[in-house]
């Protein structure tokens, strides 16, 4: 069975830094765009970064150009997003999306 599984996620203030990470078993990255998308609370779902699938290019909504870094390690399978400078709004379920989708990790931004 395909399964995506983010981590990293949590509770951080205002200006604080989170990296998630996202592993895949039973599926390879390789080759493969991937993104990260993001859903708040009661909101739809916002696609927030992707990659290509060398890892060469990469793509930011402009809300977070400049804080979020998206990168891949295709040796480990896996797929990071580092944010840094997070904001309230920043407050979403995080899922890595690669054909497949995770389960979605939560990253809570208050003081």
């Excluded at 509770?11 to 830094?17: I, R």
């Excluded at 039973?26 to 992707?50: C, D, I, M, N, P």
Aim: aromatic content about 12%.
């Amino acid at each position: 069975e395909v399964q995506l599984v983010e981590s990293g996620g949590g509770l951080v203030q205002p200006g604080g830094s989170l990296r998630l990470s996202c592993t895949a078993s039973e599926f390879t990255f390789r080759g493969y765009a991937v993104s990260w998308v993001r859903q708040a609370h009661g909101k739809g779902l916002e696609w927030v970064s992707g990659i290509n699938g060398a890892g060469s290019s990469t793509y930011y909504t402009d809300s977070v150009k400049g804080r979020f870094t998206i990168s891949r390690d295709n040796a480990k399978n896996t797929l990071y997003l580092e944010m840094n400078n997070l904001t309230p709004d920043d407050t979403a379920v995080y899922y890595c999306v690669a054909k497949y989708w995770g389960q979605g990790t939560q990253v809570t931004v208050s003081s």
